[in-house]
């Protein structure tokens, strides 16, 4: 197996790491909007080949796309307002005064939510055939996931969560039962569906935009699906589940790097005997879903693939848990069969075993090297930029570390002497920009930078702490943060190191 020989992996490149949220506007969040083309601008004048997001779809508790009620569905909050002002079933909105510095997702969402009702009801009344037509279209295309998540997404406003505390007859998913609801609920399942209907005519929008200026998009897929969603609900034999419909065991990581407990993520697992015995269909559908929207997915916790981390649901913490094996090679095989090569990162953070190693191997998919945990060992740490293949994604960090400026200021006095050593004493004036050097000079193929860091900011603008249950995933920018000086300096760098696009 190998990555397609026309990603961006395949050559020397560098890109840069916003969620769609973080972006500017005045509607409460980031979204689809001018901000998002805006950025695909700016990424182009600093020379970068590369937007990396973090997953599209709905955010679950604690604001985090990683816990979300669909693995396919976009989410509502980054549907673009203006746009369905434009089209005209949407009034003029004055502005909220909502923060631009960050997503208060308590008054956020119930207004944006209030005003896509409003934009559905106005499409009804105002729509032009064309639309109508366009929407059906779409309706059809994607009736294999988008189906069962309006129909969830009605159940869970009347019922709430999680499914498994339904009535039996909606929750086990009996013909007559859903059918009832879909006789009474027709406007509401509209509603889900029309939602669905504007991001993706967005998106395809804005990914075409940035294809169009040389831009790829880095997309997200988490590995496990929240069990209060859609797809858990509507596929619950291609899970680890009780006769209620719980979860008996749930998914995390030991203790690690980030937690001395570990990480108790509380996903239900999947059956993967289950999964075989059709040919993992699911995933199948679900990559291809990725692949229609992004030019790369980056698979979140890789590891899991080989082995995973099985934790009793009684269990409070991570520490209990134990190794189990996952499906390896052959479900790698069975999806390439099928999509043919794969664009992918494989995330293979944390511990990672010798199996693992050899399963990203197989598969010929880049791993990835963070720069934050490269400067407590010796210098055979494989964070370190001498140890780096040219198959490699190098990040300063991620959205799950501090901002480059916080991690230095935090840093122990044993982690700032070896940087020092390492990299120059240049760390103690600019640890952002020595830290971006560093992983752009190296031999990885793909360099990717937080917008944070490109904009120096400190651990106030962190966007997520692992094990941190509220105050995440909230971080936004605004134009005034960035005048000329960060882009000149990244395209400078990008052409020194041989990363800026074909024909630049």
Known sequence: MSIPADSLLARRSSGVLLHITSLPGPNGCGDLGPAARHFVDWLVAAGQSAWQVLPLSP?????????????????????????????????????QGFDHQRC????????????????????????????????????AAHAHWLDDYALFMVLDARHGGPWSTWPQPLARREADALQAVRDQADADLGFWRFVQWRFWVQWQALRRYASERGVQIIGDAPI????????VWA???????????????????????????????????YDWDAMAHDGYRWWKDRLAHSFRQVDVVRLDHFRGFEAHWEIPATEPTAIAGRWQRGPGQ????????????????????????PEVDALRAGCGFPG????HFAFGGDPANPYLPHNYERGTVAYTGTHDNDTSVGWWRSAATGEKAAARAYAGRCMDQEP??????????????????????????????????????????EWRFDWSQVDHIPAERLLAMTRAHGRLPPGR
């Open 432 to 473: 952002h920009w020595t830290l971006i050097h560093s992983v752009s000079q190296s031999v990885a193929n793909t360099a990717i930078v937080p917008f944070q860091d490109v904009l120096g900011l400190d651990s106030r603008h962190r966007m997520n702490t692992p094990g941190l249950a509220s105050g995440c995933w």
């Open 235 to 269: 596929h619950a034999n291609q899970f680890l589940l009780d006769e209620r419909g719980d979860p008996f065991v749930v998914a995390g990581v030991p203790p690690d790097y980030f937690s001395p407990t570990g990480q108790r993520w509380g996903n239900p697992l």
């Open 59 to 95: 955010a679950g508790p604690g604001n985090s796309p990683y816990q979300s009620v669909s693995a396919f569905a976009g989410s509502p909050l980054m549907v673009d307002l203006d746009d369905l002002v434009h089209k005209g079933w949407l009034p003029w909105m004055p502005h």
């Open 104 to 139: 208060d997702f308590g008054r956020v969402r119930p207004w944006r939510m209030a005003s896509l009702r409003q934009a559905w009801k106005g499409f009804g009344q105002r729509a032009s055939a064309a639309d109508r037509e366009d929407f059906a279209t779409f309706a």
């Open 330 to 353: 052959a479900f790698f095989d069975a999806v390439q069969d099928e999509l043919g090569s794969l664009s992918v990162i494989a995330e293979d953070l944390g511990l990672i075993t």
């Open 368 to 371: 990835m090297r963070i720069l």
């Open 224 to 231: 496990f699906v929240a069990h209060h969603s859609a797809d």
